[in-house]
Nanobody, 122 residues
Framework: VQLQASGGGLAQPGDSLKLSCTAS????????IGWFRRAPGKEREFVAA????????DYADSVKGRFTVSRDNAKKTVYLQMNSLKPEDTAVYYC????????????????WGQGTQVTVSS
């Protein structure tokens, strides 16, 4: 399974960005997807996750109400819509795929993408 995250860039506080995570896998719906981020000097942290069918989602408290995770299994893509961006959202964002688990721990996921940089600054 190969994951490609894209859509990052430079944004101002209050702006929106939409990240995409596209997978090269035959059965994309067999994988739950999680988004994580790593800010400079900090540990990797959970951002959001979505189950295999997209029925259930989960968010870190720091992004709840501002970020929305969704998926289009036909396009083999998961999206992370990020609204009301804050400087503290600056980080490299990674998507990860889990075959049998989903959750807030990196250990729940089996495959990782290369990351996309999001910088929020005025």
């Amino acid at each position: 399974v190969q994951l490609q995250a894209s859509g990052g860039g430079l944004a101002q506080p209050g702006d929106s960005l939409k990240l995409s995570c596209t997978a090269s896998v035959q059965t994309f719906s067999a994988y739950a997807i999680g988004w994580f981020r790593r800010a400079p000097g900090k540990e990797r942290e959970f951002v959001a996750a979505i189950t295999w069918s997209g029925t259930n989602t989960d968010y870190a408290d720091s992004v709840k109400g501002r970020f929305t995770v969704s998926r289009d299994n036909a396009k083999k893509t998961v999206y992370l819509q990020m609204n009301s961006l804050k400087p503290e959202d600056t980080a490299v964002y990674y998507c990860a795929a889990g075959r049998t688990h989903w959750g807030r721990s990196p250990r729940d996921y089996d495959y990782w993408g290369q990351g996309t940089q999001v910088t929020v600054s005025s």
